[in-house]
């Protein structure tokens, strides 16, 4: 027969010596708290492309804070990224595309030049890169970069924004006919930005060219009716035009 009184304390010291184990691996683990985004090393990690993507589609809705929140945080991953030797052509990509929207200029040349150094062909940046340059006014320097990006991918995701940006370059140098060209290739490649029609207007009725003033014009107004600058833009080419 089994000794019970044997037995039986030996149980209770088993579940005493469990209860101390379990109580230690909880403390032990509320010592160290787990984050869902951090590695080992206490580093932010995601993909910052898509990161990048769900920021803009906030900012596109108005919800600026939150935007710049994910902004913020495709930055700190690419950062971490570039400082650990693991930066790809995407951390140079989303980092250049996210420093854009933050207004950063400057910093998106900078990053730009070290991503082009290692990734000579992430046409992706050199488009940034142009409209950087844009913003920063060095007008030659962000045409060169958009008539890189055009030439090498011709078909390329953004090729319509480095033809659009050609052209507000052309404009405000007051080569209406280059400007004319580089627009009527964005409009052809996307057809439904009203801006676009619109600028394209201008630069024809710059040129006294005002029949096809009057069509852009009016291409813009049907994409946005209530576009005033464009209603004034026609019926100006329109009176010049009789």
């Not at 230690?24 to 990048?52: D, R």
């Not at 030659?140 to 050609?166: E, T």
Request: proline share 3%; glycine share 6%; hydrophobic share 45%.
């Amino acid at each position: 027969m089994f000794n019970f009184t044997i037995i039986i304390p030996v149980m209770k010291m088993t579940v005493i010596r469990l209860g101390i184990i379990l109580f230690s691996a909880i403390f032990v683990l509320s010592a160290f708290p787990v984050f869902p985004q951090s590695s080992a090393f206490g580093t932010v990690k995601g993909n910052p492309i898509e990161i990048y993507f769900t920021g803009r589609d906030l900012e596109s809705r108005g919800q600026i804070q939150e935007a710049e929140n994910y902004y913020s945080q495709a930055v700190r991953i690419c950062n971490d990224d570039i400082a650990q030797n693991n930066a790809n052509r995407d951390t140079y990509t989303a980092l250049t595309w996210t420093l854009l929207r933050q207004k950063k200029y400057s910093d998106v040349i900078i990053w730009g030049e070290r991503g082009i150094r290692f990734y000579a062909d992430e046409f992706r940046i050199l488009e940034t890169m142009g409209e950087a340059f844009f913003y920063l006014e060095d007008y030659d320097s962000s045409l060169r970069y958009m008539q890189r990006y055009a030439n090498s991918l011709p078909m390329g995701d953004r090729v319509s924004i480095a033809y659009f940006f050609s052209g507000e370059i052309y404009r405000l140098q007051g080569k209406f006919f280059l400007a004319d060209m580089a627009y009527s290739t964005a409009v052809r490649l996307q057809p439904d930005i009203a801006l676009w029609w619109y600028r394209l207007g201008t630069v024809r009725e710059q040129a006294r060219e005002f029949v096809p003033a009057v069509d852009a014009y009016e291409r813009a107004l049907r994409l946005n009716s209530g576009y005033q600058a464009a209603a004034e833009g026609l019926a100006r080419a329109r009176r010049a035009g009789q």
